[in-house]
T-cell receptor, first 112, second 113 residues
Framework: DSGVTQTPKHLITATGQRVTLRCSPR?????VYWYQQSLDQGLQFLIQ???????AKGNILERFSAQQFPDLHSELNLSSLELGDSALYFC???????????FGSGTRLTVV | GESVGLHLPTLSVQEGDNSIINCAYS??????FIWYKQESGKGPQFIID?????DKRQGQRVTVLLNKTVKHLSLQIAATQPGDSAVYFC????????????FGKGTHLIIQP
């Protein structure tokens, strides 16, 4: 157990729908990162939050958004889902913002 | 755009032999590099990291080498064990305060008995 908790583990939904993925970082970690892993694109950085504030943005689509709450858990919202959004979504956390952050086990999203 | 890539998608080695996984990166501004291991059904697991002001770092059974001249990174695993079978990713941080990592495509390491 890495200490980073992601729920749900699996999610199946239809195109056009909206889903929310949840991440609880390791105790004491202030930074949360979201990554998407697909077969054709590999692991892609989406967005980072640090202590509630957006810190960095990667290849995140406008249909996707995220936030980090006062208790430091984070949610990734995916809307107007397309078949191509099917992927593994990973959350990672770290204390100082880098230095080998710890990944959760991921949420497997299947859009049908 | 700039990206991190791996030379070999699959590497098969005999149990007990040493493994070397290579990675080329193209962003000369990258200041930090990490190797991750990902087993089936799990998230990436940190193995070892190295900052750009170093050229070698050793851990337990693993060594990372960084050659900034040719923008090359390698991961050496000594005396490979069946539990080393996984996909290995190199990742780089672009520097300038940005913390998001750019990952390579991955190398699948297969340990033969």
């Amino acid at each position: 157990d890495s200490g980073v908790t992601q729920t749900p583990k699996h999610l199946i939904t239809a195109t056009g729908q909206r889903v929310t993925l949840r991440c609880s970082p390791r105790s004491g970690d202030l930074s949360v990162y979201w990554y998407q892993q697909s077969l054709d694109q590999g692991l892609q950085f989406l967005i980072q939050y640090y202590n509630g504030e957006e810190r960095a943005k990667g290849n995140i689509l406008e249909r996707f958004s995220a936030q980090q709450f006062p208790d430091l858990h984070s949610e990734l919202n995916l809307s107007s889902l397309e078949l191509g959004d099917s992927a593994l979504y990973f959350c990672a956390s770290s204390r100082t913002g880098i230095a080998g952050y710890t990944f959760g086990s991921g949420t497997r999203l299947t859009v049908v | 755009g700039e990206s991190v890539g791996l030379h070999l998608p699959t590497l098969s080695v005999q149990e007990g032999d040493n493994s070397i996984i290579n990675c080329a990166y193209s962003n000369s501004a990258s200041d930090y590099f990490i190797w991750y291991k990902q087993e089936s059904g799990k998230g990436p697991q940190f193995i070892i990291d190295i900052r750009s002001n170093m050229d070698k770092r050793q851990g337990q059974r693993v060594t990372v080498l960084l050659n900034k001249t040719v923008k090359h990174l390698s991961l050496q695993i000594a005396a490979t064990q069946p539990g080393d079978s996984a996909v290995y990713f190199c990742a780089e941080r672009a520097g300038g305060g940005a913390d998001g990592l750019t990952f390579g495509k991955g190398t699948h390491l297969i340990i033969q008995p």
